[in-house]
């Protein structure tokens, strides 16, 4: 049982990084436009390259 | 207007030589739409950051100072074929955004939280039976604490001070329950972990927050939803007066740059935007808006002008003023004042709910203490065991049963093109028996229209539509739009209160006055049929025509009125317009109860005499008279195109040319209040079965995450079924 002693420090500092970053995300405003977010993510770069890969997201 | 813009009002300095200015944008749907609008404005040199936002419909643009004029970037976007206009964020708006990032702050961690405690509780919960040793289980005790403890202090933090708040009001509201739970579960654990017991419950307190709060984020997004869409309506409007910014040159400036004592210029067929005294100029102004009354009013020097008069035929000079005594807008307002005041508070059905259900649980967790140390088990085990009675009791399911069901019914009815002002509305509605309808711009459009178009040939009807789009009267503006023409014809003539005329291929075209025309007769002949309508004569050298331009009902009144009547709503209509104009709409809606040429005193009085009579009163209104009606209505609706006082005192507000949104308000609001009063019933009898788990002692940690857990996803699902209202036909 000695490996719960650097387990759960472990476990306990991933769940901070997860909040921390939740957090982080919140303040940059990551959750201010949720419908744009995700047509962003499959939007075109300039200038404008045919996006070959994982086109099963076009949805 | 090709008048200088001035949008300065509106650019916010950002320091650093950067300047910033936020837009409402309309037609934005799709990520094609949001590419287009930032590269287009991108590629405007200067410009540093072009970002659409598509959830609130709205464009952030910033660049260096300088260079560039803000109504570049609303003429870029008109050519890239949306319309724009700057907005400021309204107050309310601004609390609500900053409202709901708290509430997701808070989920966030409780949520965090919740994940790290269950990490630590599963393992005791299996461990206990397997080879979990007594050290390891305080250990991972302590674990829990050092986790829920911070967290459910930050996250708490919503329910705690609503709690309090009310708690020094005197009154109770569902938050106490919740909060006194929440200490309590938190409080007890952290007496039994020092004790190594075997039972605590830090994750009951942290997961019954995540819940509650997660309800709580989706209430509130809604709504702050509402009021981004709401807000984009307000500024599209692009309200804009002429200011003189000396004695003699103007400048077109948004109205929430004007201010008292500041003299504007109103032209024909434009609508005022501002409340103010007419101190130059001679002409009919249509005060329809304002009180109902669809007959022009004559104004000269000293004549008082509110926003939403439609200026008619001559320019006026107005001077800027806050209402002057013995004015309408000051009788308005007192009025307004007055029903507001007198508004009875309702009641939320989730605080009645409380009012009831607190005592009850708080009384019961006593007894259970009682009865255990009058079996003569030890205070500790009694208090623990009433401890637990309160956390299986904690309104979970209650606390969701009505924000769930608030949000979908509000993202419904956000569908059906109505926007809900105020929170409560949704109950309000649901127990309405009378509807009032004002008959000017709420049951009739508040354009005007040609109602014999199809009696005209297209062609004459085209030319006659493109000839009007060189006039500014409203009727002539009514027969364009009936023309559905875009091309004005070239070196058109307009003759001042008489009417526009023009020459195509040597012929001579006249569009005016019938008189001006030549067409008495046919004009007299229509007239006679109908004396609302506002007769215009159109001559194509020596062939007459006559057009009969009148405010139409809007396209499905008769059917939602009759739709209403179906359901056993008592339909009334009071208007401040004259009798022969009212009876004529009534008759054709087939309302057999209404008033004609109230004046809002009357309108609340008559409202006042139905409450008394014990009718739940719905209110739908849009003039500047309707405002102390639609406050002094159980609830209150007004139309998109509303004064600005009637859609702040309107709990709905609809939008469209249609009626249907009241019928669709009232469908969605009763389903939903019907579901709300499952929701709670399914709470009620969850609480009946597991109580007595409880009060035997019985109730473990595990049971009381796993019946949590079950009643709320089932108040969940049950509150989705408001999405739909069974397809009843109108």
Known sequence: MEVLVYLVPIALALGLIGLLGFLWSLRSGQYDDLDGAGWRAIADDEPAVPSASHPQQLK | MAAIRDFSYYVKDLGSGLAHLDLAVEGVTCAGCMMKIERGLSSIPDVTLARVNLTDRRLAVEWKKGSLDPAQFVDRLAALGYKAYPFEPVRAEVVE??????????????????????????????????????????????????????????????FFRSALAVLRARSVNMDVPISIGVLLALGMSVVETVHHAEHVYFDAAIMLLTFLLAGRYLDQNMRRRTRAVAGNLAALKAETATKFISATEISVIPVAAIAAGDIVLLRPGERCAVDGTVIDGRSEIDQSLITGETRYVAAAAGTAVYAGTMNISGTLRIRVGAAAEGTLLAEISRLLE????????????????????????HVTALLTMLGWVALG???????????????????????????????????????????????????????????????????????????????????????????????HHPVAAAVARASRMASPLEGIVEEPGQGVRGLIDGVELRLGKPSFCGAEGMANEILSADPEISAVGFSKGRDRYVFAVRQQLRPDAAATVSALLKRGVLVEILSGDRKSAVKHAAAVLGIRAWRAGLTPAEKIAHIDDLKQRGRKVMMVGDGLNDAPALAAASVSMSPVSATHLSQAAADMIFLGKELAPVLAAIDFSRKALQLMRQNLALAIGYNVLAVPIAIAGYATPLVAAAAMSGSSILVMLNSLRARRVAPEVM
């Open chain 2, 377 to 471: 088990a030890s205070w500790h085990d009694a208090i623990v065991t009433a401890i637990a009675v309160l956390i299986i009791t904690c309104p979970c399911a209650l606390g969701l049963a009505i924000p769930t069901v608030q949000t979908i019914v509000a993202g419904s009815l956000f569908r059906a093109g109505v926007l809900l002002n105020s929170g409560d509305a949704v109950e309000r509605v649901a127990s309405v028996d009378t509807v009032v309808f004002d008959k000017t711009g709420t049951l009739t459009l508040p354009e005007l229209d040609v109602v014999n178009a199809g009696a005209i040939p297209t062609d004459v009807l085209q030319l006659a539509g493109r000839l009007a789009l060189a006039s």
């Open chain 2, 338 to 361: 007055n029903a507001l005041q007198a508004r009875s508070h309702y009641v939320q059905l989730a605080d009645r709910a409380s009012r009831l259900y607190a005592p009850v649980v």
């Open chain 2, 97 to 158: 955004v900053e409202q709901s990032q708290f509430l997701l702050r808070c989920l966030g961690v409780a949520a965090f939280a919740t994940m790290n405690v269950m990490m630590l509780s599963v393992p005791v919960w299996s461990g206990n039976v397997t080879d979990m040793i007594p050290e390891q289980r305080d250990f991972f005790h302590w674990l829990s604490a050092l986790i829920a403890l911070p967290a459910a202090a930050y996250a708490g933090q919503p």
